[in-house]
């Protein structure tokens, strides 16, 4: 079976097509990725001689190289990760999000529809197991109180150029759904973590400035609060919702793991501390604490987030396998073995 994975050289992707590899040795993944800032083929040097990987590099707002991929491939299902997704850079400059994150998911959408429909909720023959899986995030349901959770029926309220496009996006998704019939499902995480996350994500840029000796930035006073989600515990929710989600619904995956961004902060220059003291031998701090600087805060920054995993853990038995200090441990080792460039 060969599946289009769009994004498949960015963060989440990168962790998931090998997963994806290694558990379904009888799928082939069709990997379409523009290669921006944000993705990077060195995210997949495990996998660029898999007689089950191919990558294509294109844009997924190019409807003919779409429906070329969808035709040559024989494509019967879609996972698409592809968008743009960093809040600052949507501020700054928010028509490629439109672009990108409400255009492209149509087009793959209706690509799609031509290639597996004959009709309004009426597969060809060979297509009838067919599936759309729309990768989106908590942001789409705003922002959260001192208390609640995101639920799968939270009303949407984005607040940022970024999260606006994702929640066109999975409108668009939905609209497919119940007027054509295409078989989709939609999955909303809270804040991933990890192997290969790009330089400017928090984490990743917290490790860089330290070890450069740098201060380290952090917005307002520290005190949003994120839901943390290891990347593979999200990948394996991906997969459960691929495999065994009800045609049509919305699962959330949340790590249950609520933090506020100060004590990311604190906490990685603790384990920084305990694991690299020698880089801060010979300067003035005693502590990478000593680099922590409170910036001006992000236009329309979100208090908080934080996700309901109850209807996937119920119906579909994912659990997330890793707690946020497990996992920043595992994340923190494998930057410090030079996996991954944070220059």
Aim: charged content about 25%; proline content about 4%.
């Amino acid at each position: 079976m060969n599946f289009l994975i769009t994004g498949g050289a960015g963060f989440i992707g990168s962790n998931f097509i090998p997963y994806f590899l290694d558990k379904y040795p009888g799928y082939r993944v069709i990997n379409l990725d523009k290669l921006t800032y944000a993705g990077n083929l060195d995210n997949l040097i495990e996998v660029e001689c898999h007689p089950g990987y191919k990558f294509v590099q294109g844009d997924i707002c190019d409807r003919e190289l779409v429906e070329n991929v969808f035709s040559e491939y024989d494509i019967k299902g879609v996972i698409h990760f592809a968008a743009e997704s960093h809040v600052d850079n949507s501020i700054a400059g928010p028509e490629v999000f439109i672009k990108t994150n409400v255009h492209g998911t149509f087009v793959l959408l209706d690509a799609a529809r031509k290639y597996w429909l004959k009709g309004p909720a009426s597969y060809k023959r060979g297509y009838k197991n067919c599936r759309f899986h729309h990768i989106s995030t908590d942001e789409v349901y705003g922002t959260l109180g001192s208390t609640g959770l995101f639920t799968e029926t939270t009303p949407y309220a984005p607040n940022s150029p970024y999260s606006a496009s994702k929640a066109a996006s999975d409108m668009l998704v939905r609209s497919y759904y119940h007027t054509y019939g295409l078989n989709i499902i939609t999955t909303n995480c809270s804040n991933n973590y990890g192997p290969r996350q790009h330089r400017e994500k928090l984490i990743p840029t917290v490790l860089r400035k330290a070890l450069a000796l740098e201060k380290i930035p952090v917005y307002g006073n520290g005190k949003n609060i994120r839901d943390w989600l290891y990347v593979l515990d999200h990948c394996k929710g991906i997969d459960l919702a691929y495999h065994r989600g009800k045609p049509g619904e919305t699962y959330n995956i949340g790590g249950r793991n609520e933090r506020e961004n100060i004590y990311i902060v604190e906490r990685l220059c603790e384990i920084l501390d305990q694991t690299v003291p020698e880089i801060k031998k010979g300067s003035e701090i005693k502590s990478y604490k000593d680099l922590i600087t409170f910036v001006k805060d992000r236009p329309g920054h979100d208090k908080r987030y934080a996700i309901d995993a109850t209807k996937i853990e119920n119906e579909l038995g994912w659990k997330a396998v890793d707690n946020f200090e497990s996992g920043i441990a595992k994340t923190v080792e494998w930057y410090l073995k030079g996996s991954f460039k944070l220059q």
